[in-house]
């Protein structure tokens, strides 16, 4: 069955950008879904970042569009997420997750904002 | 945006009993995608149910869930030690999703 792995820096600076990768394996990123960015803060409820399509179609939350970059490498089996001008408030536990009737998420990154 | 609220906010019961959890929209979701999830402290959610009420791979009959358009209700039959925890519905069938604010299913 389809798994995924996120990977990146657990620790960023105030002002920093924010970079993640979710590595896809037992199934192809080319298949007919959509793949999310969705992350928690420490003590607080879940919260949706964007999804991509392989055609690189995106679709992002409004409330962090304007920061937020996720991008589709199909030759490694991988997408990816870029938040930019991070602060505190973007310390979370980031995951990603296979959007489909029965959703696959990856088990979690912790990333850290701080200098 | 859709809105879901989830009710109650906490649920105090005992091993054994029946826990009704509820999860509002503030407009028509597909139930094809409404999902519910359990989550531990230090643990990624775990899929519960998704399309509103297929059980996922692995998880007891004891979870149910049921509703359409705006209500929707995870049920779960008599509680077991290991099901205390907090529990969050969500829409991914309009952007952009959204999740309820969780409910936690504490020991009395």
């Known amino acids: 069955q389809v798994q995924l792995q996120e990977s990146g820096p657990g620790l960023v600076k105030p002002s920093g950008t924010l970079s993640l990768t979710c590595a896809v394996s037992?199934?192809?990123?080319?298949?007919?879904?959509?793949w999310s960015w969705v992350r928690q803060p420490p003590g607080k409820g879940l919260e949706w970042i964007g999804e991509i399509y392989h055609s690189g179609s995106t679709n992002y939350n409004p409330s962090l569009k304007s920061r937020v970059t996720i991008s589709i490498d199909r030759s490694k089996n991988q997408f990816s997420l870029k938040l930019s001008s991070v602060t505190a408030a973007d310390t979370a536990v980031y995951y990603c997750?296979?959007?489909?009737?029965?959703?696959?998420w990856g088990q979690g990154t912790r990333v850290t904002v701080s200098s | 945006e859709i809105v879901l609220t989830q009710s109650p906010g906490t649920l105090s019961l005992s091993p054994g009993e029946r826990a009704t959890l509820s999860c509002r929209a503030s407009q028509s979701v597909s139930s094809t995608y409404l999902a519910w999830y359990q989550q531990k402290p230090g643990q990624a959610p775990r899929l519960l149910i998704y399309?509103?009420?297929s059980r996922a791979t692995g998880i007891p009959d004891r979870f149910s869930g049921s509703g359409s358009g705006t209500d929707f209700t995870l049920t779960i039959s008599r509680l077991e030690p290991e099901d205390f925890a907090v529990y969050y519905c969500?829409?991914?069938?309009?952007?952009?999703?959204?999740f309820g604010q969780g409910t936690k299913v504490e020991i009395k």
């Open positions: 969500q829409q991914f069938g309009s952007s952009p999703w959204t």
């Open positions: 997750v296979r959007d489909d009737p029965r959703p696959t």
């Open positions: 037992g199934g192809s990123i080319s298949s007919n879904n959509w």
């Open positions: 399309a509103a009420s």
